[in-house]
């Protein structure tokens, strides 16, 4: 079933806010809890992550109000995130097929900006990101979901 949540970057207290909002709205953590940037695997061509980010939050996600998916990221400066008032929000949504998503992120990246290519992850998404033409941040997220 498609989804849509809410992406929210912060600086480096996500588990702060989360572990708050967890006991606002109460559930638990969802995809195994607190996944780190430490977890990354090495992966060709990508930098390490800095010592000092290693135990930062790399996603997190609450459900809230019913099934909106509330997520959350830190945004180290030192993987290249540059965080100002605007740009911490992004509309993630997870279509149900891989070409629903890519109908989507063709459109909406339309005259605005790709910040990642679609791609295959290696959480086993195919995941992307852009920008629209009037400022609005947007991920895409696709999982085959084994039935």
Same mark, same amino acid.
């Given at each position: 079933?498609?989804?849509?949540g809410?992406?929210?970057? /912060?600086?480096?207290?996500? $588990?702060?806010?989360?572990? /708050?909002?967890?006991?606002?709205? @109460?559930? $638990?953590?969802?995809? @195994?809890?607190?996944?780190?940037?430490?977890d990354?695997? !090495?992966?060709?061509?990508?930098?390490?992550? +800095? !010592? *000092?980010?290693?135990?930062l939050?790399?996603?997190?996600?609450? %459900?809230?109000?019913?099934?909106?998916?509330?997520? =959350?990221? +830190?945004? !180290?400066?030192?993987? @290249?995130? *540059?965080?100002? /008032? =605007?740009?911490?929000?992004?509309?993630?949504?997870? !279509?149900?097929t891989?070409?629903?998503?890519?109908?989507?992120?063709?459109?909406?990246?339309?005259? =605005?900006?790709?910040?990642?290519?679609?791609? +295959?992850?290696?959480? @086993?998404?195919?995941?992307?990101?852009?920008t +629209? %033409?009037? =400022?609005?941040?947007?991920?895409?997220?696709? $999982? $085959? %979901?084994?039935?």
């Open positions: 079933m498609a989804r849509v809410t992406y929210l970057n /912060f600086a480096r207290n996500t $588990e702060e806010v989360f572990n /708050f909002y967890k006991s606002v709205f @109460g559930g $638990e953590f969802g995809r @195994g809890g607190i996944q780190r940037f430490k990354i695997p !090495p992966s060709e061509g990508m930098p390490p992550v +800095d !010592p *000092k980010d290693k135990n939050v790399m996603h997190v996600e609450l %459900k809230i109000c019913g099934d909106h998916l509330l997520m =959350g990221t +830190d945004a !180290p400066e030192s993987m @290249g995130f *540059k965080l100002n /008032f =605007g740009n911490n929000v992004h509309i993630n949504l997870e !279509p149900d891989k070409a629903e998503t890519k109908r989507l992120f063709t459109a909406l990246s339309a005259s =605005g900006n790709v910040t990642m290519e679609l791609q +295959d992850t290696f959480w @086993g998404a195919y995941y992307g990101s852009c +629209d %033409k009037y =400022g609005v941040q947007w991920m895409f997220n696709f $999982e $085959e %979901k084994s039935l």
